[in-house]
C-alpha cells in the first residue's frame, strides 16, 4: 500500500501561483512515476504533469510554461509550482503514483485531494 497526502492548494487571484506538495509513504519502489491530475466540475479527472522516478516529465499543453513538476526521490515527495494562473486552472488537485511493468500496472495509487480555486 502506498499513502498520498497532498498539500499547498488554496484560493489565488488570476496570475498568481501556489506550490504543490504530495508526501508519498509506505511501499514504495524505487522505479515509478508519480504525477498530478485534476478534476474541474462537471469535467473528468486529466493528467496535469508526471514524472519518472528518472526524471522524465510530460506536462498537459494547457499547463506547459507555466507549471513545473518536481519531485525529491530521497523524500519521496512530489511538487507542483504552478504559476500564471488562470481561473480555468480551478480544479482539485490529485497526487498519483503509479508503477507499471511494460503496459501493465502493477500499483496506481491515489491522494485525497486539494482544492486549487483562482479568482478573476
Known amino acids: 500500500q502506498v499513502q498520498l497526502v497532498e498539500s499547498g492548494g488554496g484560493l489565488v487571484q488570476a496570475g498568481g501561483s501556489l506550490r504543490l506538495s504530495c508526501a508519498a509513504s509506505?511501499?514504495?519502489?524505487?522505479?515509478?512515476?508519480m504525477g498530478w491530475y485534476r478534476q474541474a466540475p462537471g469535467k473528468q479527472r486529466e493528467l496535469v504533469a508526471s514524472?519518472?522516478?528518472?526524471?522524465?516529465?510530460n506536462y498537459a499543453d494547457s499547463v506547459k510554461g507555466r507549471f513545473t513538476i518536481s519531485r525529491d526521490n530521497a523524500k519521496n515527495a512530489l511538487y507542483l509550482q504552478m504559476n500564471g494562473l488562470k481561473p480555468g486552472d480551478r480544479a482539485i488537485y490529485y497526487c498519483?503514483?503509479?508503477?507499471?511493468?511494460?503496459?501493465?500496472?502493477?500499483?496506481?495509487?491515489w491522494g485525497q485531494g486539494t482544492q486549487v480555486t483562482v479568482s478573476s
Open positions: 509506505g511501499s514504495i519502489f524505487s522505479i515509478n512515476t
Open positions: 498519483n503514483y503509479r508503477r507499471a511493468f511494460g503496459s501493465t500496472t502493477l500499483n496506481d495509487y
Open positions: 514524472i519518472t522516478s528518472g526524471g522524465s516529465t
